[in-house]
């Protein structure tokens, strides 16, 4: 048995619809109106599905430092969203497997969580090409997966950097450092 990572997506279009209801007794033979609408949500009658789907993304081993890979020992190694500029997620050139989650958690040590983030400065953006591209943009507790194969076609990890924002995209405050929970594996 080779080492690898499992991992699946699931995803369910969400459209909200609102009706008034209104109902009948036959026994009394009256009409009954309910004024108050009722909101539901669905799935999106456009698309009418929900996608998803699996895989496994091959590993050599899981003997990366702590640093590099996100996790050791058991133990994380949160990585430090700041506001002014971006920072780099570990030193694999050739991963086979990327995951980003944003915590939604101020960062206070790599082993430690801080204070919840304030909501004026709580989104990380992932993005590559020194930040001229963004691929996510996470709120708190959303993440993002990346595979790649183990050998031929992989992921260059260096080029991906987190940075932190507000949640309409502006820069966040100062103090906005966002705790990013990481795992990178060649």
Not at 57 to 82: H, I, L
Not at 85 to 106: E, P
Not at 150 to 172: M, N, P, V, Y
Request: with cysteine; glycine share 10%.
């Amino acid at each position: 048995m080779a080492d690898k990572v499992r991992y699946s997506i699931n995803a369910i279009p969400i459209e909200e619809v609102t009706k008034a209801v209104t109902y009948s007794s036959e026994e009394e033979g009256s009409v009954l109106i309910d004024t108050s609408d009722s909101a539901h949500e669905v799935i999106a009658t456009e698309v009418g599905k929900s996608f998803g789907g699996s895989g496994e993304a091959p590993v050599n081993d899981y003997s990366s430092n702590a640093g590099d890979q996100g996790w050791k020992n058991r133990t994380v190694n949160y990585a430090n969203a700041v506001d002014d500029s971006y920072t780099a997620l570990g030193g694999h050139t050739s991963a086979s497997f990327v995951f980003i989650k944003n915590t939604g958690y101020l960062f206070s040590s790599t082993t430690a969580l801080g204070d919840a983030a304030p909501s004026t400065g709580d989104h990380v953006e992932v993005a590559v090409n020194n930040g001229a591209i963004t691929i996510a943009f996470l709120g708190p507790g959303e993440c993002i997966a990346l595979k790649a194969l183990q050998a031929t076609k992989t992921l260059d990890a260096t080029d991906i950097k987190i940075k932190s924002f507000e949640d309409d995209g502006t820069a966040a405050g100062g103090s906005d450092h966002i705790a990013v929970e990481f795992f990178i594996v060649d």
